[in-house]
């Protein structure tokens, strides 16, 4: 197994992880470009020895490569070439779907959904992951559904409605996916006072045996042993 160095690019920080214990951050924002950002992390992670990255990115990715500048940093992402900025191996996935990789406990099917800025959301099966876009879909009242349940919504509904809706919103995808159990992260996940059944609260730190677990190898196969499908 590589010592991993994993990356967890968020709208306010970009939270950098050797170990469940060693971790550092410094601000993003929505002027954070690419080349800002690697000036960052060499100066953060001093003293650090790894030899391989994991990226999680809050915006689409596709086969390891960046298809859209996100929505609360500076642009230029898509035409990043990660592996020649920072000198080592990378592998980039969306950021809810590595955070959803590490979630991962039982067997089944998991439904992740992330209540941060927005809505993050990936399917877990197996040895397969399913980044997922469900934060775009449209609902009665709102543009998109993350509008809802995001941090917006919070602000504007009040924890005890935004409760409710959130409640509302995850059981019906359970049965929309046939998931076996859904996991909420996301820091406004613990804002949930009580989980409907199946549903359980996960934790920011699941991110770490995600971006780990990237690495993994089937030992006969000598391939990746995680199937992303994106």
Not at 159 to 182: G, N, P, S
């Amino acid at each position: 197994m590589k010592n991993v160095l994993v990356v967890d690019i968020g709208g306010t920080n970009v939270k950098l992880m050797i170990s469940r214990d060693e971790k550092r951050k410094f601000p993003s924002g929505p002027k954070l470009t690419p080349k800002q950002m690697v000036k960052a992390i060499e100066k953060t992670v001093e003293g650090w020895d790894y030899d391989a990255i994991s990226i999680g990115f809050p915006s689409v990715v596709r086969d390891g490569k960046i298809l859209r500048d996100p929505k609360h940093l500076g642009t230029g992402w898509v035409d990043w070439n990660p592996e020649d900025s920072l000198g080592k191996p990378v592998r980039v996935i969306n950021d809810a779907a590595m955070q959803a990789l590490g979630s991962y406990h039982k067997d089944g099917r998991m439904l992740f959904l992330g209540l941060g800025t927005g809505l993050g959301s990936a399917l877990v099966w197996d040895d397969n992951l399913m980044p997922l876009e469900l934060g775009d879909l449209p609902y009665p009242g709102e543009k998109r559904i993350e509008d809802r349940i995001g941090v917006n919504g919070l602000e504007k509904l009040g924890r005890k409605v935004w409760e409710q809706e959130v409640t509302d919103i995850v059981t019906k995808l359970k049965l929309a996916f046939v998931a076996d159990y859904i996991v909420l992260g996301g820091g406004n996940a613990k804002q949930m006072k009580e989980f409907p059944k199946g549903v359980e609260l996960g934790h920011n730190r699941n991110v770490y045996p995600g971006g780990i677990r990237l690495w993994e190898v089937d030992p006969r196969s000598r391939k990746p042993k995680w199937n992303v499908i994106d």
